[in-house]
């Protein structure tokens, strides 16, 4: 399972690079979502996916599934949720004013402006 | 009274005023009052931290009452006490700055709320001891940046901070990428217990590549060479007071997060990771000093000096021996008030000539003499004259580089003092001497007035700290200490 699971992370990280590489704004907001999902299925895997129980006090059960792995997961989401959503309102205002999404024409500085 | 909770206050005050400020979206003499009482009471609660850890050691409390490595556990040892402290006292007199030079608009747009949470945000990551809590507060401080950075909505600041964010988001994946990597070898987030583990396992090879993997996460946020390309452009965007708060405190959490992580975590394999981390610091001065030299912007000039000043605290770091370690918080605090009143000043300049292009300055000396003296005064602070505050900072490093046989990076150190002063006394030289291009745009002499108090202050207490050496060794060998011999971190934190 752990093998599956790495390999899905392994397509989404190359998804989400050439995403970011690429000239469209919004492709790029796109591939940070992407990096962020691929970085949260990581930590789950990499917590190992084992246990047979929940990560629940009872007598007697050894082999119970590690929770903070959850934990971490649950706070990262809600983080990059939020920075996605910043992100996104940003890069309109700067369509707005910019008239451009092309990466490319949004060079310069202190000469060009 | 039960004090556990102490070193929790610098952190939530800042975000409990932040929280109340909300409220008073359009009276901007109320925000103005309210986050300075704010900044005033956590002030307090700092130094008294910095008592408490002087006289009772090392403070731990662990969020919720859970067991050590279990809980979340914030920790305040000298050094993140002391740059707690010096982060309110910045801050402080920046938000004065901004009284007069920020404008009413951004001010009435929720941008002294942003500057508490990226207070907190900020202290926060200095004093905890969780590395996936380090990353959450890494996360608070930047959203409030992301804020600050674009506040104003210029043209140039959308362009540029649209950048800053992408970056920014980027290195927040691999931090979290990082830290999986780490707990699927020692199973434990507690900075502490990392340090046993690692110790345990005597650290294979793994540990080396998330070593090298943390020092590209936090050398993003630090500006460590070659991960610096992004700093320039976009710290010349927002208007200065925001770039001061950039410049004198963002970096320096990054630095501050590859000291912990360089003298806690990864230190049974000095030979790879701590030579990697010197060679970088190297070559992060040598492209700081490239860049301050290059450029007639004064902004551009004083953002290429964080960059060199960057590597000379990590070339400290890099040499792990109790003079580089001393050498590298001494220079650290320094560079963090340095960086400040540098900014502020610069900011005054661009202010009364109305341009920051140095070609068109010349001959303010004689219409703003004060000016030019606190100039003269913070630049040679910067380049480490005694008996001003860069000086025993690099002496203690370079020492401590000789200690280690680093002769070549003592002589790289040394010969970047001179191109640091060189750039920052052409800034003096085209500003302040010869005559006149231009005339001076007409400026309110009482907002000039307002805005030399904060930058006279911060000089002062530059100078004061330059001078003051000898009373402040106890506590910077305290720090230095911690840092040389982890047991003491980890004892003081696990000790139930």
Redesign the interface.
């Known amino acids: 399972m752990e093998f599956i699971l790495a390999i899905l992370i392994g397509i989404l990280f190359t998804a989400a690079v050439y995403l970011?590489l690429s000239r469209s704004?919004l492709k790029?907001i796109l591939g940070?979502g992407l990096?962020?999902h691929?970085?949260?299925l990581?930590?789950l895997?990499?917590?190992?996916l084992g246990g047979s129980a929940p990560p629940v006090l009872i007598d007697g059960v050894t082999d119970f599934a590690d929770p903070?792995?959850q934990a971490?997961i649950l706070?990262?989401i809600v983080?990059?949720f939020?920075?996605t959503a910043?992100?996104l309102v940003?890069?309109y205002?700067?369509y707005a004013?910019?008239q451009t999404d092309n990466m490319n024409e949004?060079r310069?500085?202190?000469e060009h402006? | 009274m039960n004090m556990i909770n102490l070193l929790l206050f610098p952190i939530i005050i800042p975000f409990f005023f932040a929280m109340i400020l909300l409220f008073f979206k359009e009276q901007v003499v109320v925000q103005r009052v309210l986050t300075l009482i704010g900044l005033a009471l956590s002030l307090v609660a700092s130094f008294w931290l910095i008592a408490t850890v002087k006289t009772e050691g090392i403070q731990t409390v662990t969020l919720g009452s859970w067991p050590a490595p279990f809980g979340i556990t914030m920790v305040s040892d000298m050094f993140s006490a002391m740059l707690v402290t010096t982060t309110i006292i910045i801050t402080f007199f920046v938000v004065i700055y901004s009284f007069s030079s920020i404008g009413v608009e951004r001010e009435r747009f929720f941008y002294y709320p942003a500057i508490l949470f990226m207070i907190t945000g900020i202290n926060g990551a200095f004093t905890t001891g969780d590395i996936?809590n380090m990353?959450?507060f890494f996360?608070v401080l930047?959203?409030a940046s992301?804020l600050l950075i674009?506040l104003g909505?210029e043209?140039?600041q959308?362009?540029e901070?649209?950048?800053y964010?992408?970056v920014n988001?980027?290195s927040?994946?691999?931090f979290?990428?990082t830290?999986?990597?780490l707990?699927?070898i020692v199973g434990t987030?507690n900075m502490a217990d990392i340090s046993v583990k690692i110790a345990e396992i005597n650290q294979p090879g793994i540990i080396s590549v998330i070593a090298i993997l943390f020092l590209i996460v936090f050398g993003i946020k630090g500006a460590i060479f070659p991960l610096y390309f992004w700093l320039p452009?976009s710290y010349?965007a927002p208007p200065i007071p925001v770039l001061a708060l950039f410049g004198a405190l963002l970096t320096k959490v990054g630095v501050y997060a590859i000291t912990r992580t360089y003298t806690l975590f990864f230190v049974h394999d000095i030979g790879f990771t701590h030579q990697f981390l010197m060679v970088l610091s190297l070559l992060t001065i040598i492209a700081g000093c490239i860049g301050a030299l290059a450029y007639f912007?004064v902004k551009?000039i004083i953002i290429y000096n964080i960059i060199i000043a960057v590597g000379v605290i990590l070339f400290g770091v890099a040499q792990m021996n109790t003079s580089g370690l001393e050498g590298a918080v001494y220079y650290l605090i320094h560079d963090m008030l340095i960086k400040g009143a540098l900014f502020v000043l610069i900011g005054i300049i661009i202010y009364v000539t109305g341009t920051s292009n140095l070609r068109q300055m010349g001959g303010l000396i004689k219409t703003h003499g004060t000016l030019g003296w606190m100039y003269l005064i913070a630049a040679f602070g910067l380049a480490g004259i005694p008996p001003l505050s860069g000086f025993i900072g690099k002496v203690l490093i370079t020492k401590g580089a000789f200690e280690a046989d680093h002769v070549i990076g003592s002589i790289i150190i040394l010969a970047s003092s001179l191109v640091v002063l060189l750039s920052v006394i052409r800034i003096f030289i085209y500003a302040f001497w010869g005559s006149q291009k231009n005339d001076l745009p007409v400026r309110d002499p009482r907002t000039y007035r307002q805005m030399m108090f904060p930058a006279v202050m911060l000089v002062l207490i530059s100078v004061a700290y330059g001078v003051g050496t000898e009373w402040l060794m106890p506590y910077m060998t305290d720090a230095a200490n911690v840092l040389a011999d982890p047991s003491i971190y980890i004892n003081a934190v696990l000790k139930e």
């Open positions: 970011i704004l790029v940070t990096l962020s691929g970085a949260h990581l930590i895997t990499m917590g190992g903070l792995p971490l706070t990262a983080i990059s939020g920075v910043v992100m940003m890069a205002r700067m004013v910019h949004l310069g500085n202190d402006d | 996936f990353f959450v996360e930047l959203i992301y674009v909505g043209k140039r959308l362009r901070s649209i950048k964010i992408l988001v980027i927040s994946a691999i979290v990428i830290v999986a990597y707990y699927s987030l452009n010349a912007d551009q």
